[in-house]
């Protein structure tokens, strides 16, 4: 085997893996997703008498359910592809072919959170997945994607941790 097909396995399976610990450590949400209940949010009536909601209240629910979604499909996807490069090892798979089934997966999780960036009431949150979807093609385009996860997919988790919020 040789020293580019074991780079690109392990490299794919680094990062993957890394980016699961990363998306486990947002506990607000995960929280929230347990109980059923929404994170708190500043749009929630002060009072405890009964108020229709508010449009900002429900873009903020919205942004919250969207925000949980694309978690869930990076996750998704991160599996995948950590999923995928242990198996390349069985099947033999060259160098070319783990970065050709790299880039389906990459692509396949940018339709994924494309998906989610429709469904984004709130403008900012849409263009914010939206660019997530593009940074996640633009993987799926690379002649090295093991490198570009290195380099690039690693810091999608923490930035989306940090602005996709309601």
Do not use: H
């Not at 995960?30 to 059923?36: C, F, L, Y």
């Not at 873009?59 to 390349?88: F, L």
Request: net charge positive; hydrophobic share 40%.
């Amino acid at each position: 085997m040789s020293r580019s097909v074991v780079y690109a396995r392990r490299a794919a399976a680094t990062v993957a893996l890394g980016v699961l610990a990363m998306g486990c450590q947002d506990t607000a949400r995960k929280e929230a997703a347990s109980t059923g209940a929404s994170p708190p949010s500043p749009t929630a009536p002060a009072s405890a008498g009964y108020r229709s909601p508010s449009p900002v209240a429900t873009t903020a629910a919205n942004t919250a359910e969207v925000c949980r979604e694309v978690d869930r499909a990076i996750v998704a996807g991160s599996r995948r592809i950590a999923t995928d490069s242990a198996a390349s090892v069985t099947r033999e798979l060259t160098g070319q072919q783990v970065a050709d089934q790299l880039r389906r997966n990459l692509a396949e999780l940018a339709d994924d959170v494309r998906a989610q960036a429709r469904r984004a009431a709130d403008p900012q949150i849409r263009a914010l997945i939206e660019e997530t979807a593009e940074r996640i093609d633009a993987g799926s385009r690379a002649s090295r994607p093991a490198a570009w996860m290195a380099a690039t997919f690693t810091g999608i988790p923490p930035k989306l941790t940090r602005e996709c919020r309601a």
